[in-house]
């Protein structure tokens, strides 16, 4: 079976329907069916929160963080393993620190990390890299979307 890691960027794709959504939402639809297996570090949902919270208003912060939370996915949350292998990721790649958690959870769980974020290209994982962000409008649909 199939695994993903869904990285912030990938998350926040869906909030703002940006470029590569729609590679989200169909691996969500996946997951939802059986297909796949989905994960996302719990670094994700403090940035999710922080960052729509920033951009837009503290409450769609707020539901956006409460819908990512509903979505499809294991949490991955901190544990001894995942801290370490964090730690020898910011030690050996040009990345963030909330990075350096996020690729070591899909390290760890033999996922296909899913981003947008050219920082993760010196980390050595599977990647699935979406197109870059660019501005876009919200529209309705049936797909998922947070």
């Known amino acids: 079976m199939k695994r993903y890691l869904l990285d912030t960027s990938a998350l926040l794709a869906l909030w703002d329907e940006e470029d590569g959504a729609d590679t989200v939402s169909d691996i969500l639809q996946q997951?939802?069916?059986?297909?796949?297996?989905?994960?996302?570090?719990?670094?994700?949902?403090?940035?999710?929160?922080?960052?729509?919270?920033?951009?837009?208003?503290?409450?769609?912060?707020?539901?956006?963080?409460?819908?990512?939370?509903s979505l499809p996915i294991d949490w991955v949350h901190e544990s001894v393993e995942l801290l370490e292998k964090a730690a020898e990721l910011k030690a050996t790649c040009r990345v963030s620190m909330a990075d350096a958690w996020i690729a070591a959870s899909a390290l760890l769980q033999g996922a296909t990390?899913?981003?947008?974020d050219p920082e993760f290209e010196t980390v050595?994982?599977?990647?699935?890299?979406?197109?870059?962000?660019?501005?876009?409008?919200?529209?309705?649909?049936?797909?998922?979307?947070?």
Not at 131 to 143: D, F, T
């Open 31 to 69: 997951c939802e069916n059986g297909q796949a297996k989905c994960f996302a570090c719990f670094m994700s949902q403090m940035e999710i929160l922080y960052r729509v919270w920033k951009d837009e208003n503290e409450q769609a912060g707020r539901l956006a963080y409460e819908q990512c939370k």
């Open 113 to 116: 990390l899913v981003h947008k």
């Open 124 to 146: 050595k994982c599977a990647q699935l890299p979406l197109p870059y962000k660019k501005p876009s409008v919200h529209e309705e649909s049936g797909e998922y979307r947070l």
